[in-house]
């Protein structure tokens, strides 16, 4: 998802579970409930948040006038890290895991009767539950088999280490490496025949040589040109694979001793998530593939993909990396 700045406006109740995914940022308004998640995408600028629900804003509304209250109770007028305009709408600027939390709206205006001699002043609130998130960081896991002479045969091995040269050259330029690369030989039956077969596993990972100097030339979006170059060397080993039935049947006058098992690349994409962040699809189920920022009293340490609830110390922010 790329973006920047977007002038979205969504007040509330305009569409019961609305989801709008625009400029790096995700929405939802829950059905029956006067709060709206909004996930913004770290480092970019939010959605405006409307002080304002779909009936007022067709209507004429007289003096209205907007208190905005922050995650720490703060008053947001003339902070530096967010747009506010006239008219009371919201938007936060830069966004990361610090700013995430509640921000809630107080909207005062003025009911006058038709003869001016009577007026009310009404008050209505209205809450954000804003959260930082991330795109996870993709990994492939693959498995391919070949066929080999019988499973002790001394060029198993050899076969496998040069097989981990071919794919290092394949992808090394996009600063991408494999991961634990391992093999195991089976005895396979197959209609009228037994064969022994090497059933290799490895996994493409993003975080190769060079990766930082990638990240820093991309800037603060660095998952995302990671994911790409990780996705393409998955397509590029996956054209490998899919190559050596034909290089068998139009370049080969004799089938080699040990060769790739027509149609058997599998590949199966593995998520984690950056230190601060994690999954989890049941506070967070309308942005289920989003590494959302760690709620206050939990944290992670590392890339997985949960994070864990802290019980030595209180945690108060969103996004800790420890406990």
């Not at 400029?23 to 709060?35: I, V």
């Not at 709206?36 to 629900?53: A, G, I």
């Amino acid at each position: 998802m790329q973006g920047g700045s977007s002038w979205l406006s969504l007040p509330l109740g305009i569409v019961p579970q609305l989801l709008l995914l625009a400029a790096g940022l995700r929405l939802k308004t829950p059905t029956g409930l006067a709060q709206v998640n909004v996930y913004v995408k770290m480092h970019r600028d939010s959605p405006f948040l409307v002080c304002m629900d779909l009936t007022l804003s067709q209507s004429e509304v007289i003096d209205p006038t907007y208190l905005w209250i922050g995650p720490q109770g703060q008053n947001l007028e003339r902070q530096s890290y967010m747009n506010l305009t006239e008219t009371g709408k919201l938007m936060l600027l830069n966004f990361n895991e610090g700013l995430s939390g509640s921000y809630t709206c107080t909207l005062s205006y003025r009911v006058v009767q038709g003869d001016m001699r009577a007026e009310e002043e009404r008050f209505q609130a209205y809450k954000f539950m804003v959260y930082a998130y991330r795109e996870p960081d993709y990994t492939y896991q693959v498995s391919v088999h070949f066929t080999t002479k019988d499973c002790g045969f001394v060029g198993n091995a050899e076969f496998f280490k040069e097989l981990q040269k071919v794919l290092k050259d394949l992808i090394s330029h996009l600063t991408c490496h494999v991961i634990d690369p391992s093999y195991k030989c089976h005895t396979v039956k197959r209609p009228h025949v037994l064969e022994d077969e090497l059933f290799v596993t490895f996994q493409v990972n993003p975080f190769g040589p060079g990766w930082e100097a990638a990240c820093q030339q991309a800037g603060p979006d660095c998952e995302d040109v990671t994911n790409s170059h990780v996705q393409e060397a998955r397509w590029l080993i996956e054209e490998f694979f899919r190559k050596q039935s034909y290089v068998m049947k139009h370049e080969f006058q004799n089938t080699p001793v040990i060769h790739y098992v027509d149609h058997s690349f599998q590949v199966t994409r593995l998520d984690s998530c950056r230190p601060g962040f994690g999954k989890n699809d049941l506070t967070h189920n309308d942005c289920t593939n989003c590494c959302v920022a760690c709620d206050p009293g939990t944290y992670s340490p590392n890339n997985n993909v949960i994070c864990l609830k802290c019980t030595n110390i209180r945690i108060k922010s969103y996004g800790a990396k420890s406990c």
